[in-house]
């Protein structure tokens, strides 16, 4: 358009690949805090890839100096893709949603950025003397955001990274490397963590030619040769066969699977492969009917669009009906129906040494979140924010969650789309609530997290499998050099190691970083509020509420009859006369043979409390959520912060709020913390034979006001500090709080 085309602008450093479209100076980015509304002045861009707002200097700052520490991400940007809906407001006309073929008979005096990740950016430009820039910008904004839309590989091109000014990254950033499950290298790592002596890493599928949608390389028995392997692909949908997720330290094995094929027709050695992979190795095998208990893709859509309606400021639901909307969502449902199942999941796991297998039809959606949502309560390392990381990168992006399709980054499938990822985001944030000690990240990374998912300027959530990924990265040079903040692990050379870095990427192709370079778009200071000063590495197993391992005499005597097979679904296990559903080399219409219910896990755990002994497996570090209605609660730092009235990030911004935190805070540990003892509350152990009891405000959940009055976030206009993670420590120097509301977005 101009000479800003290709180029940084004075205070903006572009993303190669990126250029201005439009700009307007002076104008006010609204922020609120509990001292009331306030502005920023600054300058809007709109740019082929995001917009940016870019405050001006404050009074000392260098003149021209760039006012972003990275690149990938400013305060105050919001990428087009993640923009929701757009507003202009007049004074003197309606307030008007824009789209691409909207005409704008006014000259709009604010303008209102709905973010799908629930943030609500508004700009105003009726005091900036330069009303043409207010039309011209914000135009530019509705028709750069309807151009978003696209392939996964046009964004790749447009966002390739080449070379990046911040390219050197100081060694001291380092941390714990993330495993991407890119090399056979990391799935032979990761196995002998897990100590599983029968297991072995299979290229089976290197080349994809076995599974497009499942990874390179898969976790099999060690007695099962590839050849053997290959007879059992044709049997399951999609072709994606039982392999292991992960090793319980008792002897049990949690597996995932597609459902059978229908079509299919085993012969003898292929029926053999495949009661090899399901048995893997044990007398006895529970198949866990993942769908069952769970909602269905489309039913989390559903309610997701309506909790969005619902959080938004511009909700027309009344005060005193904001409860019942909220319950009327089912999102809540919904989460508490996924911590009950993984509960009771990992509770088979530790009972006794047997294989546990995730079976769903397509093995994509639930069975990413179950799975994920096991290894979190089993193993401590999964709460670990390296741990956490290569969990997600081994059950969801490399084993074939379609991110692209269930999140609709492009606006190019709304009939698939599905926040199936973020629903289990909303779950691991239950869990950080009623565990807070036994997590080494923080809410602050979870939000993060969550945002990071509509960001397109990262490969880790634009693509569908693993073989889409590979696809786009074919012209990649053989020797890429990434930073040990998580990237490609190829030793870097030992003149960039004596220069005290590490170089992000050789200079030339285009790649796109994952999602996991947190120091491309988080400075020093916020990544050190990831971390969580109240965590306890390796602390013991701890029961919370009603759930319990699943043991004692009643489930030993459910679980020792003659067959091997069971299955668990609605709570409860049932024998069955067959491992297949196949009949004479064919599958049964009726589907699998059940044998009479037996009990429930209720009836087993109220059992095992009269019994504390019934569970020899526990291993330290085992967590047991309770799941009742009042303990599930709404993620009101995430799904609140597009509020007028509850404009709060996650650092506080005054002297005063910081007060008010330490005062939150000292009576968390002092007055809840010492329900069970003298010692703070999350070091509390359950007493025998007793659920542990969770520390919480009594009014901490929506769902336990009787009327809207009872909870002060009944609707956003709540106590922002109430219920607040003890942990999550002020900025002082953020300034104030803006609308984004997250990371000082």
């Known amino acids: 358009m101009n000479g800003k085309r290709n180029r940084s602008c004075q205070g903006f450093l572009c993303i190669p690949g990126e250029h201005v479209l439009e700009e307007a100076a002076r104008v006010r980015k609204v922020v609120r805090s509990r001292d009331g509304e306030g502005s920023i002045l600054g300058t809007l861009y709109c740019t082929n890839l995001r917009v940016a707002f870019v405050p001006e200097p404050a009074p000392g700052d260098t003149a021209g100096a760039p006012r972003c520490s990275t690149c990938l991400h400013c305060e105050h940007d919001v990428a087009l893709p993640c923009i929701g809906r757009l507003v202009a407001v007049n004074s003197f006309a309606k307030a008007k949603v824009l789209t691409a073929s909207s005409t704008l008979k006014f000259i709009p005096e604010e303008l209102v950025l709905y973010c799908r990740d629930f943030r609500v950016l508004r700009f105003r430009f009726h005091d900036s003397g330069l009303e043409p820039q207010a039309s011209q910008v914000t135009l530019a904004i509705v028709q750069a955001q309807e151009r978003s839309s696209g392939s996964a590989g046009t964004w790749y091109d447009r966002a390739a990274i080449r070379n990046l000014e911040n390219a050197w990254l100081s060694a001291e950033e380092s941390s714990a490397p993330t495993l991407l499950f890119e090399s056979p290298c990391d799935w032979e790592k990761e196995l002998r963590r897990l100590g599983a002596a029968g297991w072995r890493v299979s290229p089976v599928n290197e080349r994809f030619d076995m599974a497009t949608s499942l990874p390179k390389y898969l976790w099999v028995p060690s007695r099962l040769l590839d050849n053997e392997l290959k007879r059992a692909f044709g049997h399951f949908n999609a072709r994606r066969i039982p392999r292991l997720c992960w090793h319980h330290p008792g002897g049990s094995d949690l597996l995932r699977t597609a459902g059978f094929h229908a079509d299919s027709d085993p012969e003898k050695e292929d029926v053999r492969s495949v009661e090899v992979l399901m048995l893997a190795g044990h007398t006895q095998c529970v198949i866990v009917e993942t769908a069952t208990d769970l909602p269905s893709p489309a039913e989390i859509q559903l309610s997701y669009l309506k909790l969005r309606t619902l959080c938004l400021p511009d909700s027309s639901v009344a005060d005193e009906k904001w409860l019942s909307a909220l319950e009327g969502t089912h999102w809540l449902d ?10 009771e999941v ?37 709460r670990t924010q390296a741990g956490f990381q290569s969990l997600l990168q081994k059950e969801w992006v490399v084993a074939g969650h379609p991110f692209l399709q269930r999140l609709n980054l492009l606006r ?42 509509y960001i397109p300027f990262f490969s880790t959530f634009l693509f569908n499998c693993q073989w889409e990924r590979d696809r786009r990265n074919q012209h990649r040079a053989s020797n890429q050099i990434y930073a040990p903040v998580n990237g490609w692990r190829e030793p870097p050379p030992l003149e960039i190691l004596q220069k005290g870095g590490c170089l992000a990427k050789e200079r030339g192709g285009p790649y796109l970083p994952t999602i996991w370079d947190w120091a491309l778009r988080y400075t020093t200071q916020q990544r050190a509020q990831f971390r969580n000063p109240a965590y306890t590495r390796g602390s013991g197993s701890v029961l919370n509420g009603s759930s319990a391992p699943v043991g004692g005499d009643k489930l030993e005597a459910a679980l020792s009859g003659n067959g091997a097979v069971y299955l668990f679904a609605k709570g409860a296990l049932s024998p069955q006369t067959h491992l297949f559903p196949w009949k004479n080399g064919s599958l049964s219409k009726k589907g699998w043979r059940r044998a009479q219910s037996s009990e429930s896990l209720s009836e087993q755990d109220r059992s095992l409390r009269s019994k504390p002994s019934g569970c020899p497996l526990q291993p330290d570090g085992l967590l047991l959520p309770a799941s009742a209605g009042p303990l599930i609660r709404l993620w009101r730092r995430c799904y609140l912060r597009g509020s007028q009235e509850v404009q709060r990030g996650l650092f506080a911004s005054t002297l005063a709020e910081l007060t008010e935190e330490l005062d939150l805070l000292q009576g968390r540990l002092t007055g809840e913390g010492t329900r069970l003892g003298d010692s703070p509350w999350w070091q509390q152990r359950a007493p025998a034979g007793g659920a542990r009891q969770h520390a919480e405000p009594p009014l901490a959940s929506p769902l336990k006001a009787k009327r809207p009055g009872d909870w002060m976030a009944a609707r956003p206009r709540c106590h922002a500090g109430d219920g607040r993670a003890p942990w999550a420590e002020p900025d002082l120097s953020a300034g104030p709080v803006d609308e984004g509301g997250d990371l000082g977005l």
């Open 346 to 382: 990992a509770a088979l796991l530790a009972e006794r040494s047997r294989s546990v297998i995730l079976q769903e039809s397509d093995d994509r959606d639930l069975n990413c979140l179950l799975a994920s949502l096991v290894q979190t309560l089993s193993d401590p390392h999964a």
């Open 412 to 453: 190019d499938n709304d009939r698939e789309e599905s926040p199936v990822f973020l629903l289990f985001l909303d779950c691991v944030w239950q869990l950080l609530q009623q565990f807070p000690a036994s997590f080494e990240f923080t809410e602050t990374y979870l939000v993060a997290l969550h945002d990071s998912s």
């Open 334 to 343: 919904h989460v508490r129906a996924c911590v009950r199942k993984a509960s």
